[in-house]
C-alpha cells in the first residue's frame, strides 16, 4: 500500500468517489447505468453535514484516482455502520486497504464505546475478509427497482384518503405513523421528531413527492419519496400495524410511483430487508420491482 494515501475527503473528492462507485456497480453487480450515485448528489449530501467528512468518512487515493470509500456512523445506542457504499476499487483489491479501512471503522467504533459493528458484503473477497476478521452473518438486504411510467392515482380502501403531503402541518402525525410503521422492523431506532425531520429531509427532498394516508382526520401512512434526474427512491413506506392486509401498502407505493413519474423520476428503486416481518418484499414484487442487488449484513461484536 505504499502508493495508496488514506486521509479524510473534502467536497472536492464527490466526483471520485461516484467514480469508483460506478466502477464497483459495474464489478460487482454488472451494472452500467440505472440507479448510479453521481457526483453532484454525493457533494449535495456531504454539504448537509459537512463536519462529518473530517470525523466519519475516508477515501483513499492512487496516483490521483479514488480507489477506496469508507463511512461510519451510529445506529442506536450500540451499533457502529459500515455505509454500503463502503468499498475498494476492483484494481486496488488484494493490497490490504479493505481490511485497513475497516481497521480504522473498528477503532472509530470502539473510541465511541459501542459494542457492535455491521458491515455489508457484495462479494465473496468481502465475505472471506469479513470472517476473518471475525464477523458473523446477521441479515440480507435487498435493493428493489422497476421501471414506472403510470402517472394514475391507485384507488385506496374504504375510508381512506391518499393525498400530498402538508409541511408543518402534518409532520407530527406523519413522524408518530412512521415510528408505528417500522417499530417492529429489526434493529429499528426510534427518532424524535426532529431527529427524523433532519435526516428525511435530505439534499433532494420535494414535499410534492410525499405521500400520506388518511382516515377519519388520522395519517395512518406514508410513502415518502424523493427524486434526482431520471431517478427515484422510495425512502420509507409505511402503515401503521392496524392498517395492514387491506391494500393500503401497495395503493400508497402506486400513489409514490405515480408521482415519481410524474416529475419524470421514472426508474424508482428502494432498499428492504429480505426478512422484512410486514411481508413487505411481497409486496413490492406485487408492484412489479425486482431483486437488484443483495447485501450480507454481517455483525462483530467489539471488546
Sequence with gaps: MEDVEVRRPTLADADGVASLLVERDRIDFGEVDGLAITGDLLRNWWGMNEARLATDVWVAARNGEVVGYASVDRDGDDLANL????????????????????????EWARSRGLARFHVH???EDGRRLVERRGHRLVRFFWRMEVVVDDRSEPEPPAGVTIRGYRPGEDDEQLHAAVQRGFAEHWEFTPETLEEWMKRAR???YDPSLWRVAEEQGEIIGAALCFGEDDSGWVLELAVRPESRRAGL?????RSGFAALAARGHTHVGLEVDSENETGA?????????RVT??????EKRLA
Excluded: F, K, Q
Excluded at 401498502?249 to 407505493?253: D, E, I, V, Y
Excluded at 418484499?281 to 420491482?289: D, S, V
Design 83 to 106: 455505509a454500503d457504499e463502503s468499498c475498494v476499487h476492483p484494481a486496488a483489491r488484494g493490497i490490504g486497504l479493505g481490511s485497513h479501512l475497516l481497521d480504522l471503522s473498528e
Design 121 to 123: 458484503v457484495v462479494n
Design 202 to 204: 435530505r439534499s433532494d
Design 249 to 253: 401498502g401497495l395503493a400508497l407505493l
Design 281 to 289: 418484499t411481497r409486496l413490492y414484487e406485487r408492484a412489479g420491482m
Design 293 to 298: 442487488r443483495r447485501y450480507a449484513t454481517y
